[in-house]
């Protein structure tokens, strides 16, 4: 069965601090992995998919699949960086995207 | 270009009344569409998804139901709420076709059972 868990509700850091959003799956085959942000007030929105390998808003992700998983990452937190964060998973190219979300893990970040 | 729109936002309802939650979309066509619940802690739970008019697939056993009576039209509906029926409700659309990742959100509704 697909499983996605993200084991912290809440994250605090300090403006211009590391961030590392943790993010690990199970998955019986190639999944593949995507981060959705919430900022508060928007919609839900997709941030990255691992099969872009792209750095968006200064956030990356690698897909570990050793380690089972797809931490978000960013060097330098920023205030505007304050939201909430789905990991997700899907079945490899189904035609149809059903993705099974973790819990999600909101980021504060402090002046 | 494309937008999805969801109502009622809010709704407040007394146990064992009945339910109906809408979902549009405008400027695609054949859109896959979905049902989902945010319940804090939880994530985000899919309820039911559609590949295409008058077929919905349910995820998870329970007391509501779900309809496409349109291409980019989909209901949310229930006969009688539940206590356990109260949350918030997320509509989504995605393109058919190779798979992208990308979920296009709805506002959300905030459904209350009193």
């Known amino acids: 069965a697909q499983r996605v868990t993200q084991p912290e509700k809440l994250l605090s850091v300090f403006k211009g601090a590391p961030v590392e959003l943790k993010c690990n799956y199970s998955y019986s085959g190639s999944p593949e992995l995507f981060w959705y942000v919430q900022y508060s007030r928007q919609r839900l929105q997709l941030l990255l998919r691992h099969i872009s390998r792209e750095s968006i808003k200064g956030f990356t992700a690698d897909l570990n699949k050793g380690e089972t998983s797809f931490h978000l990452k960013k060097p330098f937190a920023q205030e505007e960086d304050s939201a909430m964060y789905y990991c997700?998973?899907?079945?490899?190219?189904?035609?149809?995207?059903?993705?099974?979300f973790g819990t999600g893990t909101r980021l504060l970040v402090s002046p | 270009s494309q937008t999805i729109h969801q109502w009622p936002a809010t709704l407040v309802q007394p146990v064992g009344s009945p339910l109906s939650l809408e979902c549009t979309v405008e400027g695609t066509s054949n859109p896959n569409l979905y049902w989902y619940r945010q319940a804090a802690g939880r994530g985000l739970q899919l309820l039911f998804y559609?590949?295409?008019?008058?077929?919905i697939s349910s995820e998870v056993p329970q007391n509501l139901s779900a309809s496409r009576p349109q291409d980019r039209q989909f209901i949310l509906s229930s006969k009688k709420l539940l206590l356990s029926d109260s949350g918030f409700y997320l509509c989504a659309w995605s393109a058919t076709g190779y798979s992208t990742g990308e979920l296009f959100f709805g506002e959300g509704s905030r459904l209350t059972v009193l």
């Open positions: 997700a998973l899907s079945g490899v190219n189904t035609g149809f995207q059903k993705l099974v």
């Open positions: 559609s590949v295409g008019i008058g077929q």
